[in-house]
T-cell receptor
Framework: ETGVTQTPRHLVMGMTNKKSLKCEQH?????MYWYKQSAKKPLELMFV???????ENNSVPSRFSPECPNSSHLFLHLHTLQPEDSALYLC??????????????FGSGTRLTVV | AQKVTQAQTEISVVEKEDVTLDCVYE???????LFWYKQPPSGELVFLIR??????QNEISGRYSWNFQKSTSSFNFTITASQVVDSAVYFC?????????????FGTGTRLKVLA
């Protein structure tokens, strides 16, 4: 256990479904992140939240909608996804964005398959 | 622009061999941070080390060692006497200040397979 918990671990959804990914941390971190990990591609930063405020959106399609109700919880709402959205979605947290002494703490990810 | 290159896509070694994972970075900033993470099959990335741009001392932690050379913009990672449990994907990452916030960029990762 890393201290960052992601649910579900695996998700299969149709292109017309709506689902949500959840991330939770009780490490006292103020920044939370969503990353997408596709095969043979670098980790792609999707969203950054710092003190519950979204500070970065890396041109992510609107079919991905993040929500951060408090510094401990982060959601990624999914709707009308495409097969190319199939990937491992990783949540991470840190005290501050980008240069923490102990890096980011990652969850184990949600393996998403869009059919 | 930031860039992190891990040219080795996959490496296979036999247990007890030493192995070095290469990381080359590009940055225009003088203050930046470099990281290594390990991603075991369970999926989470595990932080291994952070190095700031002003500290070129090499570091050793058990069987792990890191060689930071600013002259060649490299931050290589060596595992001595590799073990099967070292099998994982290893990511190098660079963080530098951009527009008032730190931007973090990962390399594409190197998959290490340690064979018994």
């Amino acid at each position: 256990e890393t201290g960052v918990t992601q649910t579900p671990r695996h998700l299969v959804m149709g292109m017309t479904n709506k689902k949500s990914l959840k991330c939770e941390q009780h490490l006292g971190h103020n920044a939370m992140y969503w990353y997408k990990q596709s095969a043979k591609k670098p980790l792609e930063l999707m969203f950054v939240y710092n003190f519950k405020e979204q500070t970065e959106n890396n041109s992510v399609p609107s079919r991905f909608s993040p929500e951060c109700p408090n510094s401990s919880h982060l959601f990624l709402h999914l709707h009308t996804l495409q097969p190319e959205d199939s990937a491992l979605y990783l949540c991470a947290s840190s005290f501050t964005p980008g240069q923490d002494l102990y890096g980011y703490t990652f969850g184990s990810g949600t393996r998403l398959t869009v059919v | 622009a930031q860039k992190v290159t891990q040219a080795q896509t996959e490496i296979s070694v036999v247990e007890k061999e030493d192995v070095t994972l290469d990381c080359v970075y590009e940055t225009r900033d003088t203050t930046y941070y470099l990281f290594w993470y390990k991603q075991p099959p369970s999926g989470e990335l595990v932080f291994l080390i952070r190095r700031n741009s002003f500290d070129e001392q090499n570091e050793i932690s058990g069987r792990y060692s890191w060689n930071f050379q600013k002259s060649t913009s490299s931050f290589n990672f060596t595992i001595t006497a590799s073990q099967v449990v070292d099998s994982a994907v290893y990511f190098c990452a660079l963080s530098e200040m951009t527009s008032g916030t730190y931007k973090y960029i990962f390399g594409t990762g190197t998959r290490l397979k340690v064979l018994a």
